[in-house]
T-cell receptor, first 112, second 115 residues
Framework: KQEVTQIPAALSVPEGENLVLNCSFTDSAIYNLQWFRQDPGKGLTSLLLIQSSQREQTSGRLNASLDKSSGRSTLYIAASQPGDSATYLCAVPNSGNTPLVFGKGTRLSVIA | DARVTQTPRDKVTEMGQEVTMRCQPILGHNTVFWYRQTMMQGLELLAYFRNRAPLDDSGMPKDRFSAEMPDATLATLKIQPSEPRDSAVYFC?????????????FGPGTRLTVL
């Protein structure tokens, strides 16, 4: 059974810092990996999707990397801003036909 | 701007009452998922459909939960009778799954409180 772990559970940084969020998964036979953002009381917003054949994806100040063989992904946020404060979740399906298995998330606070 | 919509956004009910949650997936998506989020368990799958056919509902209590897709534009999740332990946020997600694609898009959720 696929299990997804995110470390740290919470992170507080001053504005302007670069930071890395970590995600690990137990079964490396994944189809892709998706990073989401969730604001308090809101739904999930898809940030980045990395296919299993890719090593990384970038969107603005966000960069996600994927190392399937070691079962790890990182989300790098450059020049953090208070508006980046949210919970970040990573999720993987085991194949194209299965639902997502989620980590518990990293709650990020960026202090102005 | 295509998005998944869910109604109601908030629901407060008393134990034993029936609750129905509705979801309109993104037009053209072939797969619809129902997830539940709690502080203790995080996000967990309840059920999902491919081309309106149920593929897996092993994540939900069969004696009280039921999920259906009456048509391609509507998915429903029903709880009868509801219990306080059902209090959670219920998310619907849709995606165009297959042929190398599996990206899911989430609705805003229904926050259910059972007293």
């Amino acid at each position: 059974k696929q299990e997804v772990t995110q470390i740290p559970a919470a992170l507080s940084v001053p504005e302007g810092e670069n930071l890395v969020l970590n995600c690990s998964f137990t079964d490396s036979a994944i189809y892709n990996l998706q990073w989401f953002r969730q604001d308090p009381g809101k739904g999930l917003t898809s940030l980045l999707l990395i296919q299993s054949s890719q090593r990384e994806q970038t969107s603005g100040r966000l960069n996600a990397s994927l190392d399937k063989s070691s079962g790890r992904s990182t989300l790098y946020i450059a020049a953090s801003q208070p508006g980046d404060s949210a919970t970040y979740l990573c999720a993987v399906p085991n194949s194209g036909n299965t639902p997502l298995v989620f980590g518990k998330g990293t709650r990020l606070s960026v202090i102005a | 701007d295509a998005r998944v919509t869910q109604t109601p956004r908030d629901k407060v009910t008393e134990m034993g009452q029936e609750v129905t949650m509705r979801c309109q997936p993104i037009l053209g998506h072939n797969t619809v998922f129902w997830y539940r989020q709690t502080m203790m368990q995080g996000l967990e799958l309840l059920a999902y459909f491919r081309n309106r056919a149920p593929l897996d509902d092993s994540g939900m209590p069969k004696d009280r939960f039921s999920a259906e897709m009456p048509d391609a534009t509507l998915a429903t999740l029903k709880i009868q009778p509801s219990e306080p332990r059902d209090s959670a946020v219920y998310f619907c997600a849709s995606g165009l799954v297959g042929a190398g694609i599996n990206e899911q898009f989430f609705g805003p959720g229904t926050r259910l409180t059972v007293l």
